[in-house]
Nanobody, 119 residues
Framework: QVQLVESGGGLVQPGGSLRLSCAAS????????MGWYRQAPGKQRELVAL???????SYGNSVKGRFTVSRDSAKNTVSLQMNNLNAEDTAVYYC?????????????WGQGTQVTVSS
């Protein structure tokens, strides 16, 4: 059974930094990508950052230049370094993993970790 466990969320002041981590277990298939989405109250879930197995990265427009996604393929972990945080970054952050199965791909999700940016 695939499990994604996030850690590192919390309260941070505007301009501060935070690092999120996600560890995947129960992986018995190729991983196509790992990354992060977020959802703020009353808003749709949106892309934060993804890193593919080949090393290609993609970022949401609002976080480009401030956030960095990294991945340890050997440990099946993905991290998100978030710098210069602002109130608009407040959201629940979800780790996601896309697995390659015989019949196609499947997306897995963690339970989410709260990030609150406030003074």
């Amino acid at each position: 059974q695939v499990q994604l466990v996030e850690s590192g969320g919390g309260l941070v002041q505007p301009g501060g930094s935070l690092r999120l981590s996600c560890a995947a277990s129960g992986i018995g298939f190729p991983i196509l990508s790992m990354g992060w989405y977020r959802q703020a109250p009353g808003k749709q879930r949106e892309l934060v950052a993804l890193r593919t197995a080949s090393g290609r990265t993609s970022y949401g427009n609002s976080v480009k230049g401030r956030f960095t996604v990294s991945r340890d393929s050997a440990k099946n972990t993905v991290s998100l370094q978030m710098n210069n945080l602002n109130a608009e970054d407040t959201a629940v952050y979800y780790c996601t993993l896309r697995g390659d199965h015989d019949v196609g791909y499947h997306d897995y999700w963690g339970q989410g970790t709260q990030v609150t940016v406030s003074s």
